[in-house]
């Protein structure tokens, strides 16, 4: 994700994240649950995957593992090209 739309992320966006958790780092549906804004620096972005059951975790991933959901094909992702 570019950091124009990072930057632009808020809360109960959908996103979909490469989740670090899993050694394929599998492409994973979430939800934004947190932003702190920081002036002149990228925000940080809390997602929440898992939905609200108890497996539910916050990640707080670079801008670089996150997608737009859906997707938008305007750069390549090289964790995406490794998966296909």
């Known amino acids: ?6 930057n ?3 809360m109960d966006d959908h996103v979909l994240v ?3 958790r899993s050694a394929e780092l599998t492409l994973t549906r ?3 649950a947190s932003v702190d804004t920081h002036k002149g ?3 940080r972005v809390g ?3 898992g939905g609200h059951s108890s497996g539910a975790a ?3 991933p670079s801008h670089l593992a996150v997608h737009s959901d859906p997707v938008a094909r305007s750069g390549a992702c090289w964790r995406c ?3 296909a």
């Open 58 to 60: 916050v990640l707080w």
């Open 41 to 43: 620096h990228p925000n």
């Open 1 to 6: 994700m570019l950091r124009f739309e990072w």
């Open 30 to 32: 979430g939800v934004v």
């Open 18 to 20: 490469h989740d670090p």
């Open 8 to 10: 632009g992320l808020r």
């Open 47 to 49: 997602i929440r995957v």
């Open 81 to 83: 090209a490794g998966l």
